[in-house]
């Protein structure tokens, strides 16, 4: 014990505290990096969708920014390998009957020790943002992934639906309110961020990529040196599937009045 403390003194003074204190950052050894709270609707599944892919990869990001990461999945539940994979990342997730019954309890205890918090997607994040200011100071940043109440405004026209407009109407009450009360809004382009501009009072948004790649991703070849077409895009999201049977119908046609020989590949999940 006496050489153990000789040796790392330095350290302890800075680090240490005394027991039963401050145990958030002590557990982790957090007590110098930023803490983040990253809420989705489940663990991020990278090789599934593609809004899986973008929150896996900025929780990489993260990461190697130095930040703390805690990762609540609204349904609380523990999917294989996905959890594993943020846990080698360095990520704490909550999950299991216990945080589903207690996430509450957990943010008004240590709601204090959050620098900041991203919520994704509004179902998911209107059940968490009152809470989240009324128990702690992080900046809260939204993203909304996409503009819900757009794409169905959108989707009831192309199927002349006019059911679909409340719907729309549903989604743009609850994604004004988020952005409002955030204090900065993620969307992936700017059309979003000027729809939304002029009907929010104080807004900040933001268009950030969806994806980024790591370094080191090798140039992709000349048009010259490709051939065929690939579409990716899983069907369990309904613009995908609406997009390709309009590409395949309206554009696939004219392609192919050029060259016969072209292919269409559709990859994805579902």
Not at 33 to 53: E, Q, W
Not at 103 to 128: M, S
Request: one cysteine or more.
């Amino acid at each position: 014990g006496k050489k153990f403390l000789e040796k790392w003194t330095n350290v302890l003074d800075i680090h240490h505290m005394p027991g039963g204190e401050n145990v958030f950052n002590a557990r982790d050894k957090s007590l110098e990096r930023k803490t983040l709270l990253v809420i989705d609707h489940y663990v991020p599944h990278f090789d599934r969708d593609a809004g899986s892919r973008f929150v896996y990869q900025y929780l990489s990001l993260f990461v190697s920014k130095g930040f703390n990461v805690k990762f609540i999945g609204d349904n609380f539940y523990k999917h294989e390998p996905y959890t594993s994979d943020l846990q080698i990342l360095g990520i704490e997730v909550l999950y299991g009957p216990y945080y589903a019954s207690n996430w509450k309890q957990w943010i008004k205890e240590n709601g204090n020790a959050l620098d900041y918090v991203i919520l994704y997607r509004p179902h998911i994040a209107v059940k968490y943002i009152d809470h989240i200011r009324r128990y702690s100071d992080a900046h809260i940043a939204y993203s909304g992934v996409d503009l819900h109440y757009l794409r169905e405004q959108r989707r009831s026209q192309y199927d002349n639906d006019p059911s679909l407009l409340e719907k729309s109407a549903e989604w743009k009450k609850i994604e004004l309110e988020l952005c409002s009360k955030a204090d900065v809004s993620f969307y992936p382009t700017q059309v979003e961020i000027d729809v939304l501009e002029p009907q929010i009072e104080n807004f900040t948004g933001i268009a950030i990529p969806v994806c980024f790649y790591p370094a080191g991703v090798p140039k992709r070849n000349s048009f010259k040196e490709t051939s065929n077409l690939l579409f990716v895009g899983g069907f369990g999201h309904p613009p995908n599937l609406d997009g390709l049977l309009w590409f395949v119908d309206n554009i696939f046609p004219i392609v192919l009045e050029t060259n016969r020989e072209i292919k269409l590949h559709i990859v994805g999940s579902n």
